[in-house]
Every structure is written in C-alpha cells, then in structure tokens.
C-alpha cells in the first residue's frame, strides 16, 4: 500500500529535550515536506526536500532542522524544543520529476501531535 | 510570495443541498496547481480535487466540481447533494508547476458542518 509514515503519532516531551519526528514514504517520490497545523493558520511548510541532499526552508523553519540521505526518508529534528512547537505536523510526498507527468499533488502522512510542556 | 485566502471560516449546509467553499489566491505565475483538500476529524489530509491553471476546463470529481477563474485568481468548490461524511475542515492549497519551486500555500481553512 502507498502510504506515508510518520512517528511518533503522539508526544509529549519538556522544553529542550531533543526529538526527532521520523517520515517515510514507499512511493519513490523524489519531494518530501514538512509542515505545521495550528489552530487558525492551516498548514504552513517548514523544511522541504526536491530530493535526496537537497532541502530548503519553508515559511517557519525557525527551531527545526531536517535532512534527506535517502529518499524514503525525512526526519524533522528539534533540537531544543520550546512550548511554541507544540503543534499537529504533516509530513508529504510528491512525485515531482523533470520530463515526468506531475500531479503536484500531496500524499499526506496521518499527523504526529507534539506537546512540549 | 503566494497567498492563499480562505474567507469563510465556518460554513453549514442541509444534507442533500448544494454549498459552495470559496477561495481566492495572489500569484504572479503562471503555471500552477490548486487544491482542495479535506481534513475529517481523524485528521488525515485527503484530496479532493486539482486543477491545472493552463487548463481552461473546470475540474469535476463526481459531486465535487471547482469554478476556477484565473484572472480573477478565485478557485472556489462546490459540494453537491452534501452528505454526512462531507462534513470536515477543507483547505485550498497552491503549488507552484516550475521545478525549482518547493513551496506549497494552505489557506487557513474552512469548516463545514453538514445538518441532517
């Protein structure tokens, strides 16, 4: 099955202890990205991925670091995490290829739900 | 940068009734994907409907179709012959087509409640 895969589903953890937020999908995209969900402000990317060594900031990548060595996998690290990343975060994929027929459209992991105290 | 505006936080509509969602967006490209999306209380983000913005035809996926206006960047969606299940939070989203563009712009959402 197609999917993308995030983990944890659930956190709770304490302001500075450092977490990682692993992502994988099986599609073979080459995109991969990050985003939050806050109440009131939709999804805002944090870190995107073009492929595999290549990432780049989104709109809030502000207390997150991410990296792409293969290109199944997308880890969202925070370092010293703080009570404002308390958040639902999205992981998503795409097939995004030169010459390719892209669809542009998101394939979504099913959330994680960070609560940093 | 992109916009992407959502005007309606919260809107209703009777089972079997026709509602429509609107969104408006601010861009100085021109190729590009919109979306909707739909986000049910399980949370999961399911799409759905795109629209190509070189296509001049209006996207339709069963009771779901768009009215897209590309020069009055407006992309709304209509729900036809609403059901229980429509009921959920819905999102329009930009994307740029050119390759070297990573970002993709949610709107902030738009709750739907469907009354039996």
């Known amino acids: 099955e197609a999917q993308v895969t995030q983990n944890p589903r659930y956190l709770i953890t304490v302001t500075g202890k450092k977490l990682t937020v692993t992502c994988s999908q099986n599609m073979n995209h080459e995109y991969m990205s990050w985003y939050r969900q806050d109440p009131g402000l939709g999804l805002r990317q944090i870190y995107y991925?073009?492929?595999?060594?290549?990432?780049d900031k989104g709109d809030v990548p502000e207390g997150y670091k991410v990296s792409r060595k293969e290109k199944r996998n997308f880890p969202l690290i925070l370092e010293s995490p703080s009570p404002n990343q308390t958040s639902l975060y999205f992981c998503?994929?795409?097939?995004?290829?030169?010459?390719?027929?892209?669809?542009?459209?998101?394939?979504f992991g099913e959330g994680s739900r960070l609560t940093v105290l | 940068a992109q916009t992407v505006t959502q005007s309606q936080p919260e809107m209703s509509v009777q089972e079997a009734e026709t509602v429509t969602l609107s969104c408006t967006y601010d861009t100085s490209e021109s190729d590009y994907y919109l979306f909707w999306y739909k986000q049910p209380p399980s949370r999961q983000m399911i799409l759905v409907i795109r629209?190509?913005?070189?296509?001049?035809q209006n996207a339709t996926e069963n009771r779901f179709s768009v009215n897209f206006q590309k020069a009055a960047k407006s992309f709304s969606l209509k729900i036809s012959d609403s059901q229980l299940g429509d009921a959920a939070m819905y999102f329009c989203?930009?994307?740029?087509?050119?390759?070297?563009?990573?970002?993709?712009?949610f709107g902030d959402g738009t709750t739907l409640t469907v009354k039996p």
């Open positions: 991925s073009m492929n595999v060594e290549v990432t």
């Open positions: 998503a994929s795409s097939l995004w290829s030169a010459g390719g027929t892209n669809t542009g459209e998101l394939f």
């Open positions: 989203a930009y994307r740029s087509a050119y390759r070297s563009a990573g970002k993709s712009t």
């Open positions: 629209q190509e913005a070189y296509k001049q």
